[in-house]
């Protein structure tokens, strides 16, 4: 899998967008193909930092957000996602 995170090493921390209930979701991506469109369609924002695209362990990476209590979505190649106005960094460190 594949998630974002800002290039920017004053504003680290992966990208997570918020939902309705104001809980920050992180988006793993499980293609790096998806994972590169998306970080360009949010870099067309104006003040927006660089993002890479960070392969991750599937397992690692879920198994961290569940001890942490992150909320966490697979985004998988048939998935359609568009940036939202509301998106954040998640800035607490996972293991």
Do not use: T, W
């Amino acid at each position: 899998m594949f998630l974002l995170a800002s290039k920017n090493s004053s504003q680290q921390g992966a990208y997570a967008v918020e939902n309705q209930d104001g809980e920050n979701v992180l988006f793993f991506f499980e293609e790096e193909d998806d994972a590169d469109r998306y970080a360009e369609l949010i870099s067309i924002e104006d003040d927006y930092p660089e993002m890479s695209v960070i392969e991750i362990d599937d397992f690692v990476a879920m198994r961290a957000c569940e001890m942490h209590d992150y909320m966490y979505n697979i985004i998988r190649p048939d998935d359609i996602v568009v940036p939202p106005k509301n998106d954040l960094f998640q800035k607490d460190k996972m293991a």
